[in-house]
C-alpha cells in the first residue's frame, strides 16, 4: 500500500530533464546551433566579402570549403580524441578556437586571415561537434530522455543550416558581414562563462594510445573526398581536380582499413561499423542532409532564378522550412519512443519524398508559393524524424568509451551528407540544356525525391533498429 505512490512517477520523472541536465543541454545546445548556423551564414555574403577584402571570384569558394575541408575532414579525428582525452575538456577547447579564429575573421582585412580563420572554425566545428554529442549520449542513457535530447540537437541544427542564409543576408544588408562572424565571439564568451561549471563526464579508467597512422590515413581520405565533391559542383564530374582527390581518397581509405586491421588499439574498433544499427544508421543520416540541405539550394534558385523573388526575401520564405524542422525536432523523440529509431528514420524519408515529389512540377507562376511553403514546411518536420531517428540508432547500444567514435561517425554523415548534396544536385539542375533553368530544377528537385525514396527503401531492408 504505502509502495503505490511511489511507482507511478517513475517512468514521467525518467522523461524529464533535471535542472542541472537542462543548463547543460542549453549550453551544449547553444555550441551546435551557433556551428549549423555557420555552415551557410556567409553564403549571401560572399560577393560583398570580395569585394570588400579584395578577392579573385574564382576564389571566393574557398571561404566556403576552407571550413567544410575541416570541419568534414577531421571530425571522426576529433571524435576519437574526445574518448581518449576527455569529451569535457575537447569541447571547451574548440570553443575557444571558434572565437578566436571568429575574431580573426571579423577584423579580416585580407583574404589569407580570413581564410585562416575559415579554417580555425572548421577545425573548431570538428573538435566541438562530436564532443558535444557524445557528451549528451553518455550524459542519458538509452530511452526516451536520449531521444529527446538528440531530438533537440538535431532540429536545432538543422534549422541552423536555413538560419544562417537568412541570418547572413540580415547581417550583411543591414549592418555588415563582419558580424557573421562576431556573432560567434559573444556565443563563446558566454558558453566558457557557464560551460565549465555545469558540464559533466564519467571518468576514465585508463588512456589508451591514440592511433596516429589511422587518424593520418583516415583524415587525408575525408579531406581529399570532400575537396573532389566540392570541386564537381564548380567544374564538373570530368575535370581532374574532381576525379584525382576522390580516387586518392579511395586509396587512403583502403590503406587505412589494412592499418587498421594490424592495429592494436585501432582508431575505428573493427566491430563498430560491422554494428548494423551504426553502418546503415549514418547511410541514412547522410543521405537525409544530403537530401534536404541540397533541396534548399535548389528552392533558393527557383525562389530567385524563376519566380524573381530578392535572395533576402526567398531567405525568408525557406525560414518556413526551418519552423517546420524545429517541430520535426520536438516530435521525433515521441515517434521513436513509440514506435523505433528505424520506424523513425523510414517514416521521415518516405514522407519527405512524398511531399517533395509535386515540388518537381512547380511552374514559373508565383501562384506556387504557397504550395511550396506549405510542402517544404511538412517536409522540414519529416525530415526531422527521420535525422533523430539515424542519430538514435547510430548510438544505441554503442560502449561509454567508444561513444565520441559513435558521435563523430553520426556527424561526420552530417557534414559530408551537407557538403556533397548540394554539388550533386547544382551540377544536376544546371546541367541539362535548355533556355531556361527550370527544366534543370525539376529533374533535380524529381532526383532528390527519387533518393529520399529509395533510401526509405534500402534503409527498412537493411537496418536493424536496437
Not at 571558434?98 to 580573426?104: F, H, Q, Y
Given at each position: ?99 578566436l ?8 582585412q585580407?583574404?589569407?586571415?580570413l581564410?585562416t ?25 538509452d530511452?526516451p ?5 538528440l531530438?533537440?540537437?538535431?532540429a ?33 564568451l558566454?558558453v566558457l562563462?557557464v560551460?565549465?561549471?555545469v558540464?559533466?563526464?564519467?571518468s ?41 582527390p ?14 587498421e ?27 537525409a ?10 528552392l ?37 519512443g ?49 535525422i ?37 544536385m ?7 540544356a ?22 526509405a ?9 536496437r
Amino acid at each position: 500500500m504505502f509502495h503505490q505512490p511511489c511507482t507511478p512517477p517513475q517512468p514521467e520523472r525518467a522523461e524529464r530533464f533535471t535542472p542541472s541536465q537542462r543548463t547543460a543541454m542549453t549550453v551544449l545546445l547553444a555550441a551546435n546551433f551557433t556551428l549549423a548556423v555557420d555552415f551557410s551564414i556567409l553564403n549571401v555574403a560572399l560577393p560583398v566579402i570580395g569585394s570588400d577584402l579584395g578577392f579573385a571570384t574564382d576564389a571566393l569558394q574557398w571561404i566556403v570549403t576552407a571550413f567544410a575541408l575541416c570541419a568534414a575532414g577531421f571530425t571522426l579525428l576529433f571524435g576519437r580524441v574526445a574518448d581518449l582525452f576527455g569529451r569535457k575538456r575537447l569541447f571547451l577547447t574548440g570553443i575557444v578556437l571558434l572565437g578566436l579564429a571568429s575574431a580573426a575573421g571579423g577584423l579580416a582585412q585580407e583574404p589569407a586571415l580570413l581564410l585562416t580563420a575559415r579554417v580555425g572554425q572548421g577545425l573548431a566545428t570538428a573538435m566541438v561537434t562530436p564532443a558535444a554529442l557524445s557528451l549528451m549520449t553518455t550524459m542519458f542513457p538509452d530511452g526516451p530522455v536520449r531521444s529527446r535530447a538528440l531530438g533537440l540537437n538535431g532540429a536545432l541544427m538543422a534549422a541552423g543550416f536555413t538560419v544562417g542564409a537568412v541570418l547572413g543576408g540580415i547581417l550583411t544588408g543591414a549592418i555588415s558581414w563582419r558580424w557573421a562572424f562576431f556573432i560567434n565571439v559573444i556565443v563563446a564568451l558566454a558558453v566558457l562563462a557557464v560551460g565549465p561549471f555545469v558540464l559533466r563526464e564519467s571518468s576514465r579508467r585508463s588512456r589508451p594510445r591514440l592511433d596516429v597512422p589511422g587518424a593520418v590515413l583516415v583524415t587525408g581520405a575525408l579531406v581529399a573526398l570532400v575537396f573532389g565533391i566540392d570541386n564537381a559542383g564548380r567544374a564538373g564530374w570530368a575535370a581532374p581536380g574532381t576525379w584525382a582527390p576522390m580516387l586518392g581518397a579511395l586509396v587512403l581509405f583502403v590503406i587505412f582499413v589494412a592499418v587498421e586491421g594490424r592495429t592494436k588499439q585501432p582508431l575505428i574498433a573493427p566491430g563498430l561499423l560491422w554494428r548494423r544499427n551504426v553502418g546503415w544508421g549514418n547511410a541514412a543520416g547522410f543521405l537525409a542532409f544530403a537530401t534536404f540541405t541540397s533541396l534548399v539550394f535548389l528552392l533558393t534558385l527557383y525562389l530567385q532564378e524563376i519566380l524573381g523573388y530578392t535572395s533576402l526575401a526567398a531567405g525568408l520564405f525557406l525560414g518556413v522550412l526551418g519552423v517546420g524542422t524545429v517541430i520535426g525536432g520536438l516530435i521525433a523523440p515521441k515517434v521513436t519512443g513509440k514506435t523505433s529509431a528505424k520506424t523513425a528514420i523510414v517514416g521521415g524519408l518516405l514522407v519527405q519524398a512524398a511531399v517533395v515529389a509535386p515540388l518537381a512540377f512547380a511552374g514559373d507562376d508565383r501562384a506556387w508559393l504557397l504550395p511550396l511553403l506549405v510542402l517544404t514546411f511538412l517536409g522540414g518536420i519529416a525530415n526531422l524524424v527521420a535525422i533523430v531517428g539515424y542519430a538514435v540508432a547510430s548510438t544505441a547500444g554503442v560502449p561509454s568509451d567508444q561513444q565520441g567514435l559513435a558521435t563523430g561517425l553520426v556527424t561526420m554523415s552530417q557534414q559530408v551528407g551537407i557538403t556533397l548534396g548540394t554539388p550533386v544536385m547544382s551540377a544536376v539542375a544546371t546541367g541539362v540544356a535548355a533556355s531556361t533553368l527550370l527544366p534543370g530544377l525539376h529533374l533535380a528537385i524529381g532526383i532528390n525525391a527519387g533518393v529520399a525514396l529509395l533510401s526509405a527503401i534500402v534503409i527498412g531492408v537493411f537496418l536493424r533498429s536496437r
